[in-house]
């Protein structure tokens, strides 16, 4: 990519999860919708966003992509994290993830100018939503600059 020109890059998160239906329920409650473009018996692609989406996969079809193991519900290996128009909308999704089998795993961080709340999904996938006060941080948050610009 040219310094100077941005693009609006897309990110697909894969999740194995161990019963799609219950996955699919989960993410619908945060109120994400499903794409059936993308949708079967084995996958389920959630939209987040216009540029992100969670791809639920059931264990043997994750496994097609990998020949590790599939990591057990009690370990981590990433931490999804996504920025909250406001403090509301952060207490929206963590509440509604709590209310539909997910677990808020951390207590809440409150810095003034950033907040934010954690769960897992009923898979132990570990999510966090941030809220970021632009006004007070400048503007400079969430731009896509790099230390070299």
């Known amino acids: 990519m040219t310094k100077g020109t941005t693009v609006d890059q897309m990110v697909f998160i894969n999740l194995p999860v161990a019963d799609l239906d219950r996955a699919v329920a989960f993410y619908e409650a945060l109120g994400y919708a499903t794409n059936p473009e993308f949708t079967d018996e084995t996958a389920a692609c959630m939209i987040v966003s216009d540029t992100v989406y969670v791809m ?4 043997a079809k994750f496994q097609e ?3 590790k193991a599939i ?3 009690g370990t981590i290996e990433v931490i999804n ?3 909250a ?3 509301d909308e952060v207490h929206r999704i963590v ?5 539909n089998g997910g677990d808020e795993d951390r ?3 409150d810095l003034g100018v950033m907040y934010q709340r954690s769960f897992t999904d009923p898979d132990g996938h570990r ?6 006060d632009q006004q007070a941080m400048g503007g400079a948050a969430g731009q896509g600059g790099t230390a070299d610009e």
């Not at 639920?56 to 264990?59: F, I, N, P, R, Y």
């Open 56 to 59: 639920l996969l059931t264990h």
């Open 65 to 67: 992509f990998t020949d």
């Open 71 to 73: 990591a057990d519900p």
């Open 81 to 83: 994290s996504l920025s």
């Open 85 to 87: 128009a406001s403090k």
């Open 95 to 99: 509440d509604a993830a709590v209310m």
């Open 107 to 109: 207590p809440e961080v």
């Open 127 to 132: 999510w966090e939503y941030v809220w970021m």
